[in-house]
């Protein structure tokens, strides 16, 4: 099982930027390959960025590369607990959305990216852009 508590959201303006958090929780003493998710409003849900469970390895969609940056903080020892960040630059209104924090265990980094089939999910928080 893994626990995901997102927070940071908050109404912006054009231009402006955001910091989101995922607080990732596990009973494993690896980490979860962790992502980003957002649903706008009447919108399907689309993959916004990906970061391994060491932090080293990141991937974006098209939409937000050069944009968003996605990191991640795994504290002094690999207990299953961490912190996975999501930064927001030059937030545009097509960026209104609910964002997720996803998670899934994987064997290898090739197997953590958006197109992946992500196991647990936290309850999102909530970014509006108003130009």
């Known amino acids: 099982q893994v626990h995901l508590v997102e927070s940071g959201g908050d109404s912006v303006q054009t231009g402006g930027s955001l910091s989101l958090s995922c607080a990732v929780s596990?009973?494993?003493?690896?980490?979860?390959?962790v992502a980003w998710f957002r649903q706008g409003p009447g919108k399907e849900r689309e993959g916004v960025a990906t970061?391994?469970?060491?932090?080293?390895?990141?991937?974006?969609?098209?939409?937000v590369r050069g944009r968003f940056t996605i990191s991640r903080d795994n504290g002094p020892t690999d207990n299953g607990k961490s912190t996975v960040s999501l930064q927001m630059n030059s937030l545009k209104p097509e960026d209104t959305a609910m964002y997720y924090c996803?998670?899934?265990?994987?064997?290898?980094?090739?197997?953590?990216?958006?197109?992946?089939?992500?196991?647990?999910w936290g309850q999102g928080t909530q970014v509006t852009v108003s130009s």
């Open positions: 970061i391994s469970p060491g932090g080293t390895s990141t991937s974006y969609d098209d939409s």
């Open positions: 596990g009973d494993r003493r690896t980490s979860p390959c």
């Open positions: 996803a998670a899934r265990y994987t064997q290898t980094r090739a197997q953590c990216h958006l197109g992946a089939d992500f196991t647990y």
